[in-house]
């Protein structure tokens, strides 16, 4: 990539895209974005794509949707792609590794960005990020990832990044399920939910999950 800061657009403006692209719009990055739901749109004080085959007039393409598919169906019907696309999507890790074989990859360096942090440490450049793709392209978009991310995980070629966000999520869903199980059995002796959730995360049973009680139906309602 050359020295100049490169052109970034956005496909999905939900719970992590929108303070993606306010902090890569802070950060200097010229940012063209669009999502499908006018609500999100209006949130979006920057440029603003007409349509979402225009979003590929970029540099870097970043798939930020609940599903890869309106990213891929948009690039596959291309004539001209980004040089980097970048899929943020959770998807599931076969999936994206039988990506690296297909044309696509042929005409966009296809690096995988599996986050973790919420949007908080979205909109601060403070996610983790989970990286799949080849070392090289992933080298060639480190102004942005700088931007993104304080921590860094090269994992592997296209499919790697998915599985270890799969692994990240089977943990953090079993912490869910367990917090509520141990909230269920304190209820039932009679102790206060509130009070036992205060004392539960006070100690080694400490977690995201228990320390973000209060957002995560909120979170929940934006998939």
Same mark, same amino acid.
């Given at each position: 990539m050359t020295a100049r800061m490169p052109r970034v657009s956005i496909l999905g403006l939900g719970n992590i895209g929108l303070p993606i692209a306010h902090r890569l719009q802070g950060s200097g990055f010229a940012v063209t974005a669009?999502?499908? &739901?006018?609500?999100?749109m209006e949130k979006w004080s920057g440029t603003k794509a007409e349509t979402p085959s225009a979003l590929l007039d970029a540099d870097v393409f970043c798939v930020l949707t609940p599903s890869l598919d309106p990213g891929i169906s948009l690039l596959d019907a291309a004539a001209k792609v980004p040089a980097y696309t970048l899929l943020f999507s959770t998807s599931a890790p076969e999936k994206v590794k039988?990506?690296?074989? &297909?044309?696509i990859a042929r005409r966009t360096a296809l690096v995988e960005v599996a986050v973790s942090g919420g949007p908080e440490r979205a909109e601060n450049g403070d996610l983790s990020l989970f990286l799949g793709g080849s070392a090289s392209s992933i080298a060639e978009i480190e102004s942005v990832l700088n931007a993104l991310g304080s921590r860094r995980f090269v994992l592997g070629p296209l499919g790697a990044a998915s599985a270890t966000k799969l692994a990240h999520q089977l943990v953090l869903f079993a912490t869910l399920s367990a917090h509520v199980d141990g909230l269920a059995l304190a209820e039932a002796f009679g102790v206060d939910a509130t009070s036992a959730r205060e004392a539960i995360v006070s100690g080694l049973a400490e977690s995201w999950v228990g320390r973000n009680w209060a957002v995560l139906p909120g979170i929940a309602a934006d998939y």
């Open positions: 669009w999502d499908r &739901a006018r609500d999100r039988a990506l690296g074989s &297909a044309e």
